[in-house]
């Protein structure tokens, strides 16, 4: 079933998403025929068709705004803003969009405890996220000035070499405006004076966030110049991570840090497996303590946010001997969101006995079902057994994650699909998925345009046949829906 279809010649180069020019022009007649409004599918392929969103960090010291500032640029109150410090959360990057162009939002406020040293901590924070981003946003307290620590993460960014917008939070109105003018003696440009609480200026500051982020984040791999692709080993701590690293490059290349969550420079390596050269983005390094579990987790997210990014594979490593934790769900979930290829190895498979074997097959059932889709490797992180195994699943989910189906053979299979499972019929109407194309690759993104709204258990089904139908291993897949409107509604 893995019949992996790529468009004639390269559709990429178009502003139409995948499609090409003859195959666009085709698309947008049946649109017309159907009575869509042109601009709205032009519109609809445009956002499906965008390829990895560029970057935004949010940095800077305890308790000047981060995480309010964030909840302001995305538009909703997500990020967790709490005066207790080592708030464990979910999730530390968001999808936001300022005047029609969509970008993602790296929060760095989550874990605020003073156990390394604030400067470690501060410094730590902002490594991972820099590494991550395309520009910085820097948040400093009006109020209070450039303290020390603010100092030190200049030198970083500095060093860093990205953008940076410096946002002055907290001036609630014009006498606050002077405060944030001696902030210009960081060297970093002119201070945006913003109240993230009340919203002040921090539309002004997104427009300065918008000139600052590329279009599209540079692609630090290279398919097209034939670079290696870049591989991202996230797991949660202690999962055998370095190891892995270690085992499959041959020699002790990474040290696995005992302190959580220290400065230190990223380890990206060059690894030539089945004759191939990956780039391994480097994750491991974070054990817990019990006293810094809670800012451990959170280091562990900031830091496998700021590889996934970087990567075209996740390979989410999983403790077999072990039951599937929250967190491994989380860190799998992190890499469906990100939209990048994935494989799930299976680590000390060689400890399991056949009663460990028989219930990790049933929690890998009601756990990971959602990533049934990726291929499963079952390693020995320390005897190196099935190692062999990597490559080839590796190769699968990069095949699957660049498949693209033309629209015509697309339509076909949704005309057959339609008439043989319809929708069911709601409130008296049925509604039917009309015509639909491919936008985008890398991860596969599906436009569908449709007469009425189409059900999540629905969108599922399609989801499932379509993988059926022309494989997507090893990719998540992005399905969108635009619904006709009332014929008429739009034509006087």
């Known amino acids: 079933m893995n019949d992996h279809i790529h468009p004639e010649g390269s559709g990429e180069e178009h502003d139409h998403g995948a499609l090409g020019d003859a195959e666009y022009a085709q698309f947008m007649e ?70 029609g162009r969509r970008f993602k939002v790296v929060d760095t406020g989550g874990w605020e405890q003073d156990v390394l040293g604030i400067d470690a901590s501060v410094a730590a924070q902002a490594e991972y996220a820099i590494e991550a981003a395309d520009a910085v946003v820097f948040v400093v307290d009006a109020k209070v000035g450039a303290t020390d620590t603010d100092e030190a993460v200049v030198r970083l960014l500095r060093k860093a ?15 606050g405006e002077a405060d944030a003018a001696y902030l210009w003696s960081l060297g970093l440009g002119e201070p945006h004076p913003v109240s993230a609480l009340h919203g002040r200026g921090t539309g002004d500051m997104l427009d300065k966030v918008l000139e600052a982020l590329p279009e599209a984040p540079a692609q630090t791999f290279g398919t097209a110049l034939g670079g290696p692709r870049r591989i991202a080993l996230i797991g949660r701590p202690n999962v055998g991570k370095s190891s892995l690293l270690n085992k499959v490059a041959g020699e002790e290349r990474v040290v696995v840090n005992e302190l959580a969550g220290t400065t230190r420079d990223p380890v990206d390596e060059l690894i030539e497996l089945g004759g191939v050269t ?54 799998v979930t992190m890499a469906v969101e990100a939209g990048r290829a994935i ?22 059932e009601t756990e990971l079902g959602q990533v049934a889709w990726a291929p499963r490797v079952n390693v020995s992180a320390q005897t190196g057994r099935h190692m062999e195994k990597l490559v080839p699943a ?56 449709a007469s009425g709204f189409i059900e999540a258990g629905y969108r599922r089904f399609v989801e499932r046949r379509l993988r059926e139908e022309f494989g997507f291993e090893g990719t998540p897949i992005h399905i969108s829906v635009r619904v006709r409107e009332k014929r008429g509604a739009k034509k006087k």
């Open 278 to 331: 990956w780039k391994f983005v480097d994750t491991a390094g974070i054990r817990k303590r019990v006293h810094l579990q809670q800012g451990a987790d959170y280091y562990a997210s900031l830091r496998t946010a700021a590889a996934v990014e970087k990567a075209e594979v996740a390979v989410v490593l999983i403790d077999a001997s072990e039951s599937i934790s929250v967190q491994d769900q989380r860190i």
């Open 161 to 175: 070499g990205k953008p940076v917008v410096l946002c002055a939070n907290k001036v609630d109105g014009p006498s």
């Open 343 to 364: 494989v799930v190895a299976y680590n000390k498979w060689d400890t399991l006995d056949e009663e460990r074997r028989y219930y990790l097959e049933r929690e890998i």
């Open 394 to 449: 590796i190769e699968t989910a990069l095949a699957g994650w660049e498949t693209r189906v033309p629209t015509g053979r697309l339509n076909a299979f949704l005309g057959e699909l339609v008439a043989a499972h319809p929708h069911p019929v709601r409130g008296g109407k049925q509604p039917r998925i009309l015509f639909g194309t491919q936008a985008g690759t890398k991860p596969p993104r599906f436009v569908l345009f």
């Open 30 to 99: 049946l649109a017309a025929e159907e009575g869509f409004d042109i601009e709205e599918v032009e519109g609809a392929i445009e956002e499906a068709g965008h390829g990895p969103l560029p970057v935004l960090a949010v940095v800077g010291r305890p308790n000047v705004g981060k995480s309010t500032l964030v909840n302001r640029i995305i538009g909703r109150r997500e990020a967790v803003v709490e005066d207790k410090p080592g708030v464990t959360r979910d999730r530390v990057t968001y999808e936001a969009e300022w005047a």
